[in-house]
């Protein structure tokens, strides 16, 4: 029996957090979904806290989204901006901490942003170099330790509210097919989504590029190496070979190299890592 699409969603989206058993009982993590008014742009809203007496390095295969997150830079809050990162994102989390953060949905900071995303990969800048609007109040707010989570999500949501215009409708559209090569496992190659589209594979190309961030060729390959991460998480034996076909790829070669790339070895050596 074929997997339902939004299981292998959700699959995936645990795959995304790398050597997930170092995690335990260092990191909580914890999600909520936007009010109506920001459900258009932004997906959730998310916060980690941590306690680790000991420096613990924290890794993750990033979504093609941008997250706006409140967290020390050089010892004082600051709110940033993360934009797409093409490679593995790592942070070392040391003491007892807490970050408060949006999820934009793919697409979803063009509005916001008012330019290209793509003027935004693999950068991180504050709000205040970003967008212009001074963050450090908000900041220092989110990350008081005194307030609890609740609180600070709603302080966030009622920030990014006065701050957002409507989406435009490229981008909800975008949107859709990103969410729709992280749902359907029959999506595994870039020119599935634009013929879904109704568009040639180079007009998607741009349109990803100004609204993402990122490439649709980009976006496919980060899903099929997700089901890799998956699957070396498995106590089964694996068959890379008949994964590398099943994902589409040429040969189990082509399959490596791509992980590698990502994460940062290959999968085998990835899953005696685990």
């Given amino acids: 029996m074929a997997e339902d699409p939004l299981t292998r969603a959700g699959r995936r989206a645990q795959s ?46 990033p979504r093609p989204v941008v997250h706006l997150t409140a967290e020390s830079r050089d010892g004082a809050p600051r709110l940033l901006v993360h934009g797409v990162m093409r490679r593995r994102f790592q942070r070392t989390l040391v003491g007892d901490g807490r970050t408060v953060a949006a999820a934009f949905r793919p697409a979803g900071f063009r509005p916001v942003l008012g330019r290209p995303v793509s003027s935004m990969t693999d950068r991180v ?16 707010l989110l990350l008081d330790p005194d307030a609890d ?12 509210i006065e ?37 040639s594979l180079r007009t998607l190309q741009r349109q990803f590029a100004d609204h993402v961030g990122i490439g649709p060729k980009w976006v496919v390959q980060r899903c099929r190496l997700l089901d ?47």
Wanted: with cysteine; aromatic share 6%.
């Fill in 163 to 199: 701050r957002t215009a409507t989406a435009d409708p490229v981008a909800a559209d975008i949107a859709d097919l990103v969410e729709l090569a992280e749902t359907d496992t029959t999506v595994i190659r870039a020119q599935q989504l634009a013929d879904r589209a109704g568009v």
């Fill in 16 to 61: 995304a957090i790398l050597h997930p058993a170092r995690a335990e009982g260092r990191i909580t993590v914890g999600r909520s979904r936007p009010p109506d008014d920001l459900s258009t742009l932004v997906d959730y809203f998310w916060w980690v806290e941590w306690h680790c007496p000991e420096p613990h390095v924290q890794e993750v295969v």
């Fill in 149 to 160: 989570v609740t609180t600070c999500v709603d302080r966030l949501s009622s920030w990014l």
């Fill in 228 to 274: 890799v991460a998956g699957a070396a998480h498995t106590d089964g034996t694996v068959d890379w070979a008949a994964l590398a076909a099943d994902l589409g790829y040429a040969d189990q070669s082509h399959l490596i190299r791509a992980f590698t790339a990502l994460v940062g070895g290959p999968p085998a050596r990835y899953r005696a890592d685990t």
């Fill in 125 to 140: 800048g504050t709000v205040a170099d970003v967008l212009g609007t001074d963050d450090r109040r908000l900041a220092g």
